[in-house]
């Protein structure tokens, strides 16, 4: 049992992660990393590839391509159309939100 | 515990080939995957499928599971018979380490044993590397996305005994949430993950946040949304009522003429933030029962004096 409280890092746009960081907590390599931002589906910051940092969000999206490969078998290029109209669904559903609140 | 019909679970006839029962799985998981579909109860389904996908793949598992018997009823009280799996080898595949509670207590009866204690390798002397990093889920209220707070958390993580066993040790950690977190948002523990190798450090503990079903709010990224009850005259003359917002009660201004279907705004009153998030009512108009001599003349009176045809616009 462990009663200390523990403070961790939450993970949002001005924490940067590094491909490093981000092939471990997906438990995958350096290269499935690089080939997520080949896809366009990860936007790191830096033009050299030994200096990439990611935003604290890009763990979010990389976790969702993670398992919907792994989980449904579809390939990266797929799996970046999917996490694209994931995304457009979004923000569908909050325009229309939007129409709810102003047109009516 | 209850017996699983895995076979009707997929959908598929028993006597299913592998490559139907392959499809079907597809069908079903690219439906309820839970990164995908906004279904309640998603989560779950998908795990079901993942599981009997996971018996039914496998031809060994699948000729042991057949042996139980087509007689059996899912949600049947179910022991397995002892020396069930007797003339059956399984070659391993079962949860991957860090998730030892992804399958049922049903499936672990059967196959959860056999696994797990060929895995465990011995690693050569000097050997050194860092830890894997793990990921668990923390509940929260949406209150405490506005507050901050302190959550324990209980993990279970599957280890190594003196022997080469697997077993699942338990560890309850005490986590500050932060103020201001989003739904699927995570938190890093550095260090909490699983412990290095040699000298190697040990992993990193992400934390994804996932808010409890709350029964007045729907959150979607920062912004909150309430449906709130208002009379027919508070919405028609306009009034000053009390609504409750995650941050304790507020008075709020329904404006004269409100209507079905409007939403109103409380700017900066959703989950705080840079930019915070806002808060949304939708008045929703509820009339008071006729179950009263005073209330039912008080409609008659209404239909009477006041010549409202709320289809006139469908030309009737």
Not at chain 2, 206 to 224: M, W
């Amino acid at each position: 049992m462990n009663q200390k409280t523990l403070t961790g890092i939450l993970l949002d746009e001005g924490i940067d992660l590094s491909l490093n960081d981000l092939s471990r907590a997906c438990s995958s390599s350096i290269e499935w990393v690089i080939e997520l931002v080949e896809e366009g589906v990860l936007e790191p910051i830096g033009h050299e590839q030994a200096g990439w940092r990611f935003p604290g969000t890009s763990l979010q999206k990389a976790r969702v391509a993670l398992r919907l490969q792994q989980d449904l078998g579809i390939n990266l290029a797929g799996v970046a159309l999917a996490l694209d109209m994931l995304d457009e669904i979004d923000t569908l559903r909050a325009r229309l939100c939007w129409f709810e609140i102003n047109d009516i | 515990m209850d017996f699983k019909d895995y076979y009707s679970i997929m959908g598929v006839e028993r006597n299913a080939s592998q490559d139907v029962i392959k499809r079907a799985y597809r069908k079903l998981a690219r439906k309820y995957h839970p990164d995908v579909s906004k279904e309640a109860g998603a989560e779950s389904r998908f795990k079901e499928v993942g599981e009997a996908y996971a018996v039914l793949k496998d031809p060994e598992k699948r000729a042991a599971y057949d042996q139980l018997g087509a007689n059996w009823k899912a949600g049947q009280d179910f022991h397995p018979p002892p020396d069930w799996d007797a003339g059956f080898e399984f070659s391993g595949g079962g949860p991957a380490a860090g998730d030892a509670s992804a399958y049922s207590d049903f499936f672990e009866s059967l196959f959860g044993h056999s696994f797990g204690s060929a895995q465990a390798g011995r690693r050569p002397a000097g050997f050194h590397a860092r830890g894997e990093d793990h990921h668990a889920k923390v509940l929260i209220d949406l209150e405490d996305a506005y507050h901050g707070a302190s959550r324990s958390i209980t993990l279970r993580t599957p280890e190594l005994d003196s022997s080469g066993r697997v077993t699942t040790k338990q560890r309850t950690l005490n986590v500050k949430i932060p103020k201001g977190v989003k739904q699927g948002q995570r938190i890093r523990l550095s260090g909490q993950g699983a412990p290095g190798l040699g000298q190697g450090q040990a992993g990193d503990l992400y934390l994804e946040i996932q808010f409890n079903p709350n029964s007045l709010y729907r959150v979607e990224g920062r912004d909150v949304y309430l449906d709130l009850p208002v009379t027919p005259w508070e919405a028609a003359l306009g009034a000053t009522v009390k609504a409750p917002t995650p941050n304790g009660p507020v008075d709020l201004t329904i404006p004269e003429g409100t209507t079905s279907g409007r939403k109103l705004r409380l700017r900066k009153r959703g989950i705080p933030g840079n930019p915070p998030g806002d808060l949304y009512v939708a008045p929703q108009i509820t009339l008071p029962p006729a179950d009263s001599k005073a209330a039912k003349e008080l409609y008659q009176k209404m239909e009477r004096e006041l010549a409202f045809n709320p289809r006139s616009r469908l030309g009737v």
